[in-house]
């Protein structure tokens, strides 16, 4: 149990003691100016505020009255109190709490004792999360769109699973639907089944494809036809179409094992995603779409609209309605989501909470889907979560793949790696004032050094979506991605790095550290390193709260914030031969140790040296 949440069960206790009921909602937090404490809550202020409670009778006459009720409440629990320095309340009713000495110390015990586990939760078998991400498009590129719902849901299942949640991982592939037929169409027409197998990269070929088909069908209306001709005998199970349409998946997947490899996302063979590692595709559902509109008939929920299309209407049209079978007669995206969902209850029972990671521009479709599964009664509030992302805007143009304008995700690699590689090519362990400076040096050897580029590259790419609230669109800047005295991937890497290389240079080995030094008293002590050892102590809070909010970006603001308190104890503070040596070493370590921790949940690499 963290601190908090002894803070929280101590008011509690003291709500009971007071006769308030324990239902009682406030808040514990962390004050931003660290002379208010560690901790302050507004409980006393809420109680007062709430008149039924008939507080006012208790013959207090202010909330600051009330605080100090209850602070006498909280010091007369001495096993409580072990932890804190201080308790106070202060004007006009908050109650404040320092953290004593000794507890912030315990604390570095236990990161080095737990490790790579520190700021993790055992699971508990009783929550289950389904975090479905990145459902990229069969013989469609892999849009940067894919990649930013790849980096989020990941670092969000990571967090999740940080959090004690048992966490399905799910790949919703659009490896279905009416444009196989165009698919098949042009590859038949144009295309040479030889050439895409030969190539170097098919998922190119097939776009080009697609594109052409756009192209023709604008000048002749009746390839659509032939389009639908062609989807109809791929659902009826016609040879050829099937044949076409399962050589598009293992083209595809070429494609996206790549990419998932760069990325570090376990798929595939690595496994990871459900289903062997490749996710349950929207082809999966093709036979489970019978039942779902079979169940919505039953409840009284599909009508049919003017064409003979069937849809589901809402309540006062709060929505548009949903079509979940098209007038010939052919199944929807949205029918195979309803038969996915249904699916999942079953597998992982009626519990389950499941998130979608997917572009903000699909919201409104979420909202009707989300409505729709809650008329049919399968889930309860809160169990069903969109988690949108904003554009990534190139100077402006939005991409869209039937015009070709695609910007391919491996030229976005290749460049984030050329970029990094300049850095990679330059790096030391100088600092001035207040910035890091880049210094040469010679490098452990080219295949190290490609490593790191790679590492430095993909975390750069992951820290420029993750650092920022996941809804917000962003706008490509490399100078910013890649900037090592700012708020980036390469700059957290690089405070790593500089960790393990004080700790090597000290030529202590990380299993022969001593974890229970004299302590130096806390008075003793630099600001700077008092600073750390608070910003340590809320490590584990913090990923609480970033998996509560599904939001990575809380634990990217703690980690750069407690890089930057590290570099400017390391730049205050000497570490080797210093009076405080063991001491200050073990508070490197740990700083290490966390850094490491959080990068790793949000999927991005901490290189040992740079
Ligand atoms: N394949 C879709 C696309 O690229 C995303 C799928 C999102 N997930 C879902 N359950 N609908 O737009």
């Known amino acids: 149990m963290g601190i908090k949440d002894e803070i929280i069960g101590l008011l509690k206790d003291a709500l009971k003691e007071e006769g308030f009921g324990t239902e009682i909602k406030f808040s514990v937090e962390c004050p931003a100016d660290s002379s208010h404490g560690d901790y302050s809550t507004n409980i006393a202020m809420v109680l007062w505020a709430n008149q039924e409670l008939g507080i006012r009778n208790h013959g207090l006459k202010t909330p600051m009255d009330l605080a100090q009720k209850l602070v006498n409440f909280i010091i007369r629990d001495s096993q409580f109190m072990i932890h804190f320095k201080k308790v106070e309340a202060v004007k006009p009713g908050f109650i404040n709490f320092w953290i004593s000495e000794e507890y912030l110390f315990s604390q570095l015990k236990q990161v080095l004792e737990q490790k790579e586990k520190f700021g993790s939760k055992n699971e508990d078998p009783n929550k289950k999360i389904v975090v479905e991400y990145s459902s990229p498009n069969i013989a469609k590129p ?58 170097q ?61 760069k990325l570090n996302v ?64 052919t199944t929807l995206y949205a029918t195979r989501d309803l038969a996915t969902d249904k699916f999942r209850l079953e597998r992982y029972g009626k519990d389950v909470v499941v998130i979608n990671e997917v572009g903000a521009e699909q919201s409104l479709y979420f909202k009707q889907l989300f409505e729709v599964e809650k008329m049919l009664g399968w889930f309860k509030e809160g169990q069903r979560i969109h988690i949108r992302h904003g554009l990534y805007r190139f100077k402006d143009q939005k991409m869209s793949t039937r015009k070709g304008n695609v910007i391919w995700l491996e030229d976005l690699l290749r460049l984030a790696r050329e ?20 210094k040469s040096e010679k490098l452990v050897g080219q295949t190290q050094r490609e490593i790191t580029t790679e590492q430095i590259a993909i975390g750069a790419l992951k820290w420029n979506d993750l650092k920022r609230s996941s809804n917000l669109d962003i706008v490509f800047d490399w100078d910013e991605i890649l900037n090592m005295q700012g708020n980036s991937g390469p700059y957290l890497q690089y405070t790593y790095a500089r960790t393990q290389s004080v700790i090597a240079k000290s030529r202590i080995q990380n299993s022969e550290f001593r974890i229970s030094l004299a302590r130096p008293r806390l008075a003793r002590l630099e600001v700077e390193e008092v600073s750390l050892l608070r910003a340590l102590n809320r490590f584990s809070e913090v990923v609480e709260e970033a998996g509560e909010k599904f939001a990575p970006n809380i634990l990217c603001n703690y980690l750069f914030n407690l890089a930057q308190k590290f570099n400017l104890f390391y730049q205050k503070c000497k570490i080797i031969s ?33």
């Open 142 to 199: 892999f849009t940067v769109g894919h990649l930013r719902s790849t980096i989020i849901g990941d670092a969000v299942a990571n967090l999740l699973q940080a959090n004690g949640w048992k966490v399905f991982r799910d790949n919703h592939l659009g490896d279905w639907g009416t444009q196989f037929g165009k698919q098949i169409y042009a590859i038949k027409t144009w295309g040479d089944e030889k050439k895409i197998e030969d190539s």
């Open 266 to 329: 376990p798929a595939g063979e690595d496994a990871s995603f459900e289903n062997e590692g490749r996710g349950y595709g929207e082809s999966f559902f093709e036979d489970k779409m019978t039942g779902v509109i079979q169940e919505l008939k039953e409840k009284g929920l599909l009508r049919e609209g003017e064409q003979g299309a069937k849809l589901v209407f809402f309540e006062k049209d709060k929505y548009p309605p949903l079509m979940i079978l098209k007038q010939d007669g």
């Open 578 to 610: 210093s009076e405080n040596q063991d001491f200050r070493l073990e508070l490197t370590q740990t700083v290490g140790q966390t850094l490491k921790n959080g990068l790793n949940l949000l999927g991005i690499s901490a290189p040992e040296r740079m």
């Open 201 to 261: 990269n098919p998922m190119k070929e097939l776009v080009a494809l697609y594109v052409k088909f756009h192209e023709e069908a604008e000048k002749n209306p009746e390839l659509e036809e032939k389009a639908r001709e062609w989807f109809k005998k791929l659902e009826d199970g016609d040879e050829e179409a099937r044949r076409l349409w399962e050589k598009c998946i293992d083209w595809s997947w070429r494609e996206f094992e790549n990419i998932y490899g």
């Open 419 to 438: 970029k990094a590689n300049d850095i990679a090519m330059s790096l030391g362990t100088e600092t001035k004032g207040n910035e890091i400076v880049v």
